[in-house]
C-alpha cells in the first residue's frame, strides 16, 4: 500500500438503530457516553428529545431514529449518546444522538463505499454520504451535518441568541445544583441581565 492510498482510507464509527446499522466518519464524534437524564425542553419538535448537561454544558439530544423516520428510541442497557460536532451556519456545535448500540470502528477505503440510493429507501438520501460495504451487507455511512435541515438547526442554535441550549440552561442549572433558598438568592432571581 502507498502513503497515498493509507491517507484516503477513513474511520467511521458504526451504530445500530433498529436492525440497521448505521455509521458517522469518527472525525465528528467528540465521545460516547451512557445513557443520562435528558432533559426535555417545552414546545421543541419529538426528534429533539431534551439537553442533558454534559460537564457543565448544554448539549442538545435528537432521537436520530426519529428523524430518520423509525419508531422512538427505547432506553436499553446498550443505548447510548453520541456526542458529535456539526456546523450550524460555519460554526462548530456539539449534538447527542441517541443509539440503540454502538458496535465499533472500522476503516473503509472511497472504493468500499458506495454512492446513496436514488430509489427504493425510505431515507432521504440527501444525508446519506454513502453506502459503506462490509461482507455481503451494506451499513448506512450519515453525513450528519445534513440530518437536520436548515430551520430545525435554527432550533439548535440560533444567532439571535433565543436557542434550545439557553432555553434550557434553567432547568439545566436547577438538575445540577440544589436549592438555594437564601435571600440573596431570591432577590439575584430577580435581576435583569445587563445588556
Do not use: W
Request: proline letters at 6%; hydrophobic letters at 45%; charged letters at 25%.
Amino acid at each position: 500500500m502507498n502513503d497515498n492510498a493509507a491517507t484516503e482510507i477513513a474511520q467511521y464509527l458504526t451504530f445500530g438503530l433498529g436492525e440497521e446499522e448505521f455509521a458517522l466518519e469518527l472525525s465528528k464524534v467528540r465521545e460516547i457516553m451512557d445513557y443520562t437524564t435528558i432533559t426535555r425542553v417545552p414546545r421543541m419538535p419529538q426528534f429533539l428529545r431534551g439537553v442533558i448537561n454534559l460537564r457543565g454544558n448544554v448539549v442538545p439530544v435528537i432521537d436520530l431514529r426519529l428523524k430518520l423516520g423509525m419508531s422512538a428510541t427505547e432506553k436499553t442497557v446498550d443505548t447510548c449518546i453520541v456526542i458529535m460536532e456539526i456546523m450550524v451556519d460555519g460554526e462548530a456545535v456539539d449534538m447527542g444522538a441517541l443509539a440503540d448500540s454502538v458496535q465499533e470502528v472500522i476503516e473503509l477505503d472511497p472504493a468500499e463505499i458506495e454512492p446513496p440510493p436514488r430509489l427504493g429507501t425510505k431515507l432521504n438520501t440527501e444525508f446519506i454520504q454513502g453506502m459503506g460495504k462490509r461482507g455481503d451487507k451494506f451499513l448506512i455511512i450519515l453525513n450528519i451535518d445534513k440530518v437536520l435541515a436548515g430551520d430545525e438547526l435554527a432550533l439548535i442554535q440560533d444567532k439571535s441568541g433565543s436557542s434550545v441550549m439557553d432555553m434550557a440552561k434553567p432547568a439545566i442549572e436547577t438538575e445540577a445544583l440544589p436549592a438555594d433558598n437564601s435571600p440573596a438568592a431570591a432577590q439575584a432571581g430577580t435581576a435583569q441581565p445587563a445588556l
